[in-house]
């Protein structure tokens, strides 16, 4: 990220005026953007990292920060864990970095100053990267395992053998679903129905009531076939993803196939396809139907209303009863096994301590998790049931990454996303759990928040909600970086979801995170729905979630757009959508088919 002139200019009243930020507890400084109770106030300020923050009058004066370096607010911001595990042990802070999940990396921020010295963070005469190159000197087990992740050979990604991801139009039976609400007791629901298999495709599966679910439902001669992601420890989790690959072979013994994903920063895999996650959530049952999730099998997403963790989150799902859909999707999930089974080496064992040593660490860092969220709360009647439409007539398109469309190095996920938003007449509801900043430099990512942000300028109502405990970070980001989306964002405690309802007729379910690895690097899936019915069902909760739940990350900005939105909206007749144009129009060119069956 390049530094624009008033960072700079801030940088020099940051270096001016270092003696006075040099403070105990002090962690780090940078230019950046004034945040209050999670609003940006629309000041540029100096952040001010602190290892553990407290009021003023818990501080004695001679350490308390000034409020302002001339006329520039100085923000004080309490440290994430990675911030604190990385000011005394560099090295284990950057193995959760390389070897972590992709919501917790950090945005990197080029005129950060460690404290005290005062130098550039990334400079390598600053204490904390001179003490990075003395440690992986002194771990040779650090040393190599950040050395195996950089050398760790590549495959490329070639699926043979596979059905293309034509758009369908079907009659079938689909349930509609949301967590904390119904999602898990409508998965338990799900799991009972299996006959003879389960193909799963999952990033993350440390859930005890699920595990005990597929041991029950997966009684012989039932078989289960999975691939499995080795994500850094949930922290709700019940066991380990080890655990219950242990669990599920033991139970299951030859009637079991679980192979860990070929993942870069995976241990548990010789060579890689995917760079930074195997971040799908799948299950085929059958070969009849699937499940598809913004949700893994965790206790957050898929949390127990009867004990419920300290997080519950929101999440969509749906039931596709449908065996040319079905079968697509197993297909692909065949090549994920047929690969990573034929690739399974563990890395050495000092290697693998030495990275869960540094999650160890992180987590120490981290503060006690937080009180229960406010959807545990909820009367029974507030919950959302799930919803099932038998016979329903809907057309479908399945979303992968990092698939491209046929004899193109376009992504098929990218290309349709674009194509739906571009395509977007009256409204564009987006929830995910962050949405990174974008380079500005006009590649596929920073495109497709392009395309967002001239929709919201055209007076189309572009929503976006947040989740507040990831997307914080990334949203005061794009105030220095890229495409500015703020004025559109709102953030939400506890959000994991990755969906859409466009114009109140198609809904996207999907894994999808908006980051260039989410749609473009990481093995992802969703589906695109084109179903008045289905956004009926999903656009209330959307809703009820921005107006109850979700608050502007930019207050002043948030409320011109909403006045620019409706002035829009007035001109065009009257706030009635209007439909949105048949998305056929481009298909020939991308080589896709429709079909009915």
Do not use: C
Request: charged share 25%; hydrophobic share 35%; aromatic share 6%.
């Amino acid at each position: 990220m390049a530094a624009d002139g008033s960072q700079r200019a801030i940088d020099q009243a940051i270096q001016k005026h270092l003696p006075r930020l040099r403070k105990p507890g002090v962690l780090t400084v940078r230019p950046g953007y004034e945040i209050a109770g999670h609003q940006l106030t629309g000041k540029s300020a100096i952040v001010a990292t602190v290892h553990t923050k407290k009021a003023k009058a818990q501080v004695p004066k001679s350490d308390l920060l000034p409020d302002k370096i001339g006329n520039i607010p100085v923000d004080v911001r309490e440290a994430t864990a990675h911030q604190r595990l990385r000011a005394h042990d560099p090295a284990a802070a950057a193995l959760t970095q390389t070897y972590g999940r992709p919501e917790d990396q950090e945005p990197v921020w080029p005129l950060e100053r460690e404290m005290p010295s005062g130098k550039l963070l990334s400079s390598p005469t600053s204490d904390t990267q001179k003490r990075l190159k003395r440690q992986r000197s002194e771990q040779p087990a650090t040393d190599r395992a950040l050395k195996a992740h950089a050398k760790k050979p590549q495959i490329p990604y070639k699926p043979d053998d596979v059905p293309p991801l034509n758009t369908v139009t079907v009659t079938t039976r689909m349930t509609a679903v949301v967590s904390p609400d119904a999602g898990l007791a409508t998965l338990e629901s799900y799991l009972k129905g299996a006959a003879k298999s389960l193909v799963v495709g999952m990033y993350d599966f440390t859930s005890g009531p699920i595990l005990s679910a597929f041991r029950a439902d997966l009684a012989a001669p039932k078989t289960l076939q999975m691939v499995l992601d080795n994500p850094a420890p949930n922290p709700t989790r019940n066991q380990t993803d080890w655990q219950t690959v242990e669990e599920l072979n033991s139970d299951l013994g030859s009637r079991a196939h679980i192979a860990r994903a070929l993942v870069r920063s995976d241990a548990f895999a010789e060579k890689w396809i995917f760079p930074y996650a195997y971040h799908i959530k799948v299950i085929v049952r059958d070969d009849t139907a699937f499940w598809l999730s913004s949700g893994n099998l965790n206790n957050s997403n898929e949390p127990d209303l009867a004990s419920p963790p300290h997080t519950e989150d929101r999440d969509w799902h749906v039931i596709i009863e449908d065996q040319g859909l079905a079968q697509t999707f197993a297909a692909y999930l065949d090549y994920d096994y047929k690969m990573a089974a034929g690739n399974q080496e563990p890395d050495p064992d000092d290697i693998e301590r030495t990275i869960e040593d540094a999650h160890a660490k992180r987590a120490a860092e981290a503060n006690p998790p937080p009180a229960r969220s406010a959807a545990s709360g909820q009367p029974p009647g507030a919950l959302v049931p799930a919803k099932t439409f038998n016979n329903i007539n809907v057309t479908i398109t399945p979303l992968l990454t990092p698939d491209k469309l046929p004899n193109s190095t376009t992504g098929q996920y990218l290309s349709n996303i674009m194509e739906l938003i571009e395509g977007a007449q009256e409204s564009l509801y987006i929830q995910l759990q962050y949405i990174e900043s974008s380079s500005g430099t006009g590649d596929p990512y920073d495109a497709l928040l392009k395309a967002i942000a001239a929709k919201a300028a055209a007076g189309v109502d572009v929503r976006l909600i947040e989740s507040l405990d990831y997307g914080e970070k990334w949203a005061e980001k794009m105030k220095s970086v890229g495409v500015d989306l703020t004025a559109n964002i709102r953030l939400q405690h506890n959000v994991h979801n990755k969906g859409f309802v466009v114009d109140s007729k198609f809904v996207v379910v999907s894994s999808q995170n908006f980051s260039p690895a989410g749609v473009e690097n990481n093995r992802d899936a969703g589906v695109l729905i084109e179903s008045p019915e289905i956004a009926r069902y999903f656009a209330p909760i959307f809703e009820s979630d921005w107006e109850n739940k979700a608050r502007p990350f930019d207050p002043e900005a948030h409320a011109q757009q909403q006045k620019k939105t409706a002035a829009a909206r007035k001109a065009r007749g009257g706030s009635t959508p209007k439909a949105a144009p048949k998305r056929s129009k481009s298909t020939p060119a991308r080589g896709k088919k429709r079909g009915k069956r």
